[in-house]
T-cell receptor, first 110, second 112 residues
Framework: RKEVEQDPGPFNVPEGATVAFNCTYS??????FFWYRQDCRKEPKLLMS???SGNEDGRFTAQLNRASQYISLLIRDSKLSDSATYLC???????????FGKGTKLSVKP | EAGVTQFPSHSVIEKGQTVTLRCDPI?????LYWYRRVMGKEIKFLLH????????ESGMPNNRFLAERTGGTYSTLKVQPAELEDSGVYFC??????????FGEGSWLTVV
């Protein structure tokens, strides 16, 4: 079983759509959780951290369910510029050993 | 402020040759990490430096890989001898303490 599993995608959505990504992780002792965004042939960039209480940043909402070991990302009112690969990332220790999912590709079309 | 910079951005070498990748972290970041993504797989952790010390090298695949960070500034990752399965993109990242980890654009390695 993979340590971090994500929807395989790709997700092709029209502008303005709402899209949700899901992710599960295998280690219940995981400490911190993130969504990273990666544009084609670019580096991963932190989109947002994910907290147990849920958190929102503009059009982006992240949720964490520790009991189910499940993380989600909701993007509202999709923009063309949201097209990218979204990586679910987990940190099992308070350090730099980030564990990445394979990513879900999003394409937002006009 | 300059981000994490990596060199070379692309490299094509023959099987059995040696390649050395360099990473310059963000100024002032004590923590430096190496990750890599091979074809069709997820990004995987290789190792973590705190200043010049190896904090965690549990992700290094085998002894053909050698990472150094002399003086606690830039780091090098040497692959010797390179094998076909080493092809992929090698990301360096840095952070200040336990804060956000910033990634470089990666060094794309192709072994033929």
């Amino acid at each position: 079983r993979k340590e971090v599993e994500q929807d395989p995608g790709p997700f092709n959505v029209p502008e303005g759509a709402t899209v949700a990504f899901n992710c599960t992780y295998s280690n219940s002792a995981s400490q911190s959780f993130f969504w990273y965004r990666q544009d084609c042939r670019k580096e991963p960039k932190l989109l947002m951290s994910v907290y147990s209480s849920g958190n929102e940043d503009g059009r982006f909402t992240a949720q964490l369910n520790r009991a189910s070991q499940y993380i989600s990302l909701l993007i509202r009112d999709s923009k063309l510029s949201d097209s990218a690969t979204y990586l679910c990332v987990v940190n099992e220790l308070r350090g730099g050993n980030l564990i990445f999912g394979k990513g879900t590709k999003l394409s937002v079309k006009p | 402020e300059a981000g994490v910079t990596q060199f070379p951005s692309h490299s094509v070498i023959e099987k059995g040759q040696t390649v050395t990748l360099r990473c310059d972290p963000i100024s002032g970041h004590d923590n430096l990490y190496w990750y890599r993504r091979v074809m069709g797989k997820e990004i995987k952790f290789l190792l973590h430096f705190v200043k010049e010390s190896k904090q965690d090298e549990s992700g290094m695949p085998n002894n053909r890989f050698l990472a150094e960070r002399t003086g606690g500034t830039y780091s090098t990752l040497k692959v010797q001898p390179a094998e076909l399965e080493d092809s992929g993109v090698y990301f360096c990242a840095s952070s200040h303490g336990l804060n956000t980890i910033y990634f470089g654009e990666g060094s794309w390695l192709t072994v033929v």
